[in-house]
C-alpha cells in the first residue's frame, strides 16, 4: 500500500517537474536567445568538510564559500565514490553499471576506456553550439588515441590524461611496476613548457585566458568549461603533499606538516575558484553564466592516496559505499536562480546534471541516449525539493569484494563493502584547537572577497551568513531509533538517511520482511542483473613510457605504428619482464 503511494507521489512530482519545465523553459526561450555559459569546476578527492561553508574553521575557503553562500549550496550531490566512475556519470548522465565503468579506476597502464559509443555532455553541448574546453584531468582512457578528450567532444584540452601527476613536473609514476613519464597536454601534443609550474596556477591560468578570448571574441558561440582540477589529489606516493611556499606560509599554525600541506593544497585551489569569478566579471559574462562548483567523490582520509582529507562527520570516505564517499561538496550559481542565498536539500546525481545543465542551455539531449540522470533544472531554478530520487550508488559485481550501495527516497541500502571495511568508520575529525586565525572575522572575510563582491553587482540581496552557514552543517546526534551497527559484510544494512544521514541506526532487522525493504531489494537485483559488464582490461606493458619518450601516451597506436628501435627495445624489456615475473625460475 504505501509503496503504491510512494510511486504515486514519485510519478506525481516528476510530472509536475515536467510541467513546470516546459513553462519554464518556453518563458525563458521567448525572454533571451541568449545561452549560459555552463563554468564547472571539479575538485579532486576533496572532502565533504575540507569546505568552510559547512561549518569547519580549521581552514577557511572563504572564495567557494562567497559563492556558495550566493548561490544556492547542494547539501545533497551525489558522486560516484571514484574518480574514473564519477568522472564517467557527469560525462554520460548514466550510472557506471550502464556503461561498463563501475569497477575502481583507469589505471594508467590499463588499454581501456569510456566506451567509444557512448555520448559525452562535451558532445551533446558541442552539437548544439557551444565551444567546449577541459582543463585538467581526464581520466576517462588513454591508451588510444580516439578515448582521448578533443576526441570525445572538448574542442581544447589542456592538462593530463591519466590519474593524477605531480604538481611540479607533471609525471605520473606507477610505483608497482616502476613506470613513470611525464602526463601533461595541450590539445594532441605533450607540452613541458609548464614544467616547475604548480599546476593548480597553470590550470586557473589557462581557465582564465579561456574566459578572456570567449569575451574578447564577444561571439553568439556560448562556453562549456570543465576546469578539472588536480587539488587537492595527493601526488606520486613519493611526494603526495606538494603546495607553494607562500600558500603554506598561510598555514603556520596547523602543527602536523601533512595536514599544514592538505590546507595549503585546498586553499590555492579556493584562489582559484576567485580568479575564475574574477575574470567571468570582468568580462562581463557572470550575467549569462551558471557557475558550479563540486568535488568528484568523498576525500580519502585514510589508505591509498590519502591526504588528511575529512567528510566527517559523514560515515566512509574515498572508495567505500557510505555518505563520505559518494556526497560531494558543492555550490551552483546563476542569475535564473529564484532562491539565490539557500540549501537546497533536494538529492541530485552527478548523472542529473547532464540533462539538467542541458536544460538550463534549451538543449534536449535526445531520448536515444537513455539517461539514467533526470533533468532537475526547475527544480534547482525554483528551489523546490521533492522530486523523489532513485540513486545507483554502486553495484560492483566484482568477486573479490563484491559491494552495493543504493538510495530511494530516504531509503538507503548497502551490502557489502571495500578494502575488508577499513574505511566504514567515522574518519578524519579534526582537531579543534586548530583553527584559522582568519574566523574571528568569519562574516567579514567573506563579504570582502572579490567572489561575493561580483556576485552582489549582478544578484544582489541579503544573504544570512551565519544561518545559511549552519543550515550547510552536517550534525549527527544518536537517531530516534538508536545506535545499530552495520556489519555491511556479514548482512545488508538499512538507514533512513534523512533522520540518520551519518548511518549509525541500522534498520535491516526491522525491515527485512517488509515490502518497503523487499522492493528495494528487488530494484536492485534488476539493476545488477541489466548492468554492463565492466570494461576493466589488466595492465598492458607497451604503455611503458621509456618506449615513448618518457611520455604517457596512446601507446597502442603507437605501437602500430612504432619504428624499429621501439620495437627492439620492447622485445628485450617484454623478455627481462618474462625472466623476472615466471614462476619457471623460482
Ligand atoms: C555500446 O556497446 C555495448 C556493447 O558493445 C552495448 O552494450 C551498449 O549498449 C552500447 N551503448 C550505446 C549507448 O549504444
Ligand atoms: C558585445 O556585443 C554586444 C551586442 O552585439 C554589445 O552590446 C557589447 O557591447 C559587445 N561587448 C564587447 C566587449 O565588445
Ligand atoms: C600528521 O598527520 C598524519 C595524518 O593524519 C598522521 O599520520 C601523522 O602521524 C601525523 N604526524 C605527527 C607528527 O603527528
Ligand atoms: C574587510 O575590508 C575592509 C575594508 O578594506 C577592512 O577594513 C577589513 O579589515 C577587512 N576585513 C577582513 C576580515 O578582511
Ligand atoms: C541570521 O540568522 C540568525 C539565526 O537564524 C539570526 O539570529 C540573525 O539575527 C540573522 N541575522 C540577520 C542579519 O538577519
Ligand atoms: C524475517 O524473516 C526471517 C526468515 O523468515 C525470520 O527469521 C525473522 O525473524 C523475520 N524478522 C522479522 C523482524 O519479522
Redesign the pocket.
Known amino acids: 500500500m504505501s509503496t503504491h503511494l510512494d510511486k504515486f507521489s514519485s510519478i506525481a512530482s516528476l510530472l509536475t517537474a515536467g510541467l513546470v519545465f516546459c513553462i519554464a523553459l518556453s518563458s525563458s526561450l521567448t525572454a533571451t536567445s541568449e545561452r549560459p555559459n555552463i563554468i564547472i569546476i571539479m575538485a579532486d578527492d576533496l572532502g565533504f568538510d575540507d569546505v568552510s561553508f559547512r561549518g569547519s574553521n580549521n581552514f577557511l575557503t572563504p572564495n567557494i564559500d562567497a559563492l556558495a553562500y550566493s548561490g544556492v549550496i547542494l547539501n545533497n550531490l551525489y558522486a560516484a565514490p571514484m574518480c574514473t566512475p564519477s568522472r564517467a556519470a557527469l560525462l554520460t548522465g548514466k550510472y557506471p553499471i550502464n556503461t561498463g565503468m563501475q569497477h575502481y579506476v583507469i589505471v594508467n597502464d590499463q588499454p581501456w576506456s569510456l566506451p567509444l559509443n557512448e555520448t559525452t555532455m562535451a558532445e551533446v553541448f558541442r552539437g548544439n553550439g557551444y565551444r567546449t574546453s577541459l582543463l585538467g584531468k581526464w581520466h576517462l582512457g588513454m591508451s588510444q588515441r580516439n578515448f582521448t578528450p578533443t576526441q570525445r567532444g572538448f574542442d581544447r584540452h589542456l592538462g593530463y590524461l591519466g590519474a593524477y601527476v605531480d604538481y611540479y613536473s607533471q609525471t605520473y609514476e606507477q610505483t608497482n611496476k616502476g613506470y613513470n613519464g611525464h602526463d601533461f597536454r595541450d590539445n594532441l601534443k605533450a607540452t613541458h613548457e609548464q614544467v616547475g609550474q604548480y599546476v593548480t596556477d597553470v590550470l586557473t591560468d589557462a581557465a582564465v585566458q579561456e574566459i578572456e578570448d570567449q569575451g574578447s571574441k564577444n561571439n553568439s558561440q556560448p562556453l562549456f568549461l570543465l576546469l578539472s582540477h588536480l587539488a587537492p589529489h595527493a601526488a606520486n606516493d613519493d611526494s603526495p603533499m606538494q603546495a607553494p611556499e607562500d600558500e603554506l606560509a598561510q598555514f603556520g599554525y596547523i602543527r602536523n606538516e601533512t595536514h599544514r600541506y592538505y590546507a595549503a593544497m585546498v586553499s590555492r585551489m579556493d584562489k582559484s575558484v576567485g580568479k575564475v569569478i574574477d575574470a567571468l566579471a570582468r568580462q562581463e559574462m557572470l550575467q549569462n553564466s551558471i557557475v558550479l562548483f563540486l568535488s568528484d567523490n568523498g576525500g580519502p582520509t585514510q589508505g591509498q592516496h590519502s591526504t588528511t582529507a575529512s567528510n566527517y562527520p559523514l560515515r566512509g570516505q574515498k572508495n567505500s559505499p557510505w555518505e563520505g564517499g559518494l556526497r560531494s561538496s558543492a555550490a551552483i550559481w546563476s542569475t535564473e536562480f529564484e532562491r539565490l542565498g539557500s540549501v537546497w536539500k533536494q538529492q541530485i546525481y552527478i548523472g542529473d546534471l547532464l540533462p539538467t545543465l542541458a536544460a538550463a542551455a534549451g538543449i534536449s539531449p535526445d531520448p536515444a541516449l537513455h539517461l539514467d540522470g533526470l533533468n532537475l533544472w526547475s527544480a534547482l531554478k525554483y528551489g523546490y525539493e521533492s522530486v523523489e530520487r532513485e540513486i545507483v550508488h554502486v553495484i560492483d559485481e566484482d568477486v573479490a569484494e563484491p559491494h552495493l550501495s543504493y538510495t530511494r527516497g530516504k531509503w538507503k541500502v548497502i551490502s557489502g563493502t571495500t578494502s575488508g571495511g577499513i574505511y566504514d568508520g567515522w574518519l578524519g575529525r579534526r582537531e579543534t584547537s586548530e583553527e584559522d586565525p ?1 574566523s574571528g ?1 568569519y562574516e ?2 567573506i ?2 572577497t572579490s567572489v561575493w563582491q561580483q556576485l552582489q553587482l549582478v544578484s544582489a540581496g541579503e544573504r544570512n551568513i551565519s544561518e545559511l552557514r549552519d543550515q550547510a552543517r552536517i550534525e549527527c546526534p544518536e537517531p530516534a531509533t538508536g545506535i545499530k551497527p552495520c556489519l555491511p559484510l556479514q548482512a545488508p544494512c538499512l538507514f533512513d538517511i534523512e533522520a540518520d544521514p551519518c548511518e549509525q541506526s541500522n534498520l535491516y532487522e526491522e525491515y527485512r520482511n517488509t515490502t518497503i525493504y523487499l522492493d528495494l531489494w528487488q530494484r536492485i537485483q534488476q539493476f545488477a542483473k541489466e548492468a554492463h559488464p565492466p570494461n576493466n582490461k589488466p595492465s598492458d606493458p607497451d604503455c611503458n613510457p621509456r618506449f615513448y619518450h618518457d611520455e604517457w601516451t596512446w601507446w597502442q597506436d603507437e605501437q602500430a605504428s612504432s619504428s624499429g628501435t621501439t620495437g627492439r627495445m620492447k622485445i628485450v624489456t617484454f623478455f627481462l619482464g618474462f625472466v623476472l615475473t615466471s614462476r619457471w625460475f623460482l
Do not use: A, E, K, S
Open positions: 582568519r572575522d567579514d572575510l563579504r570582502n
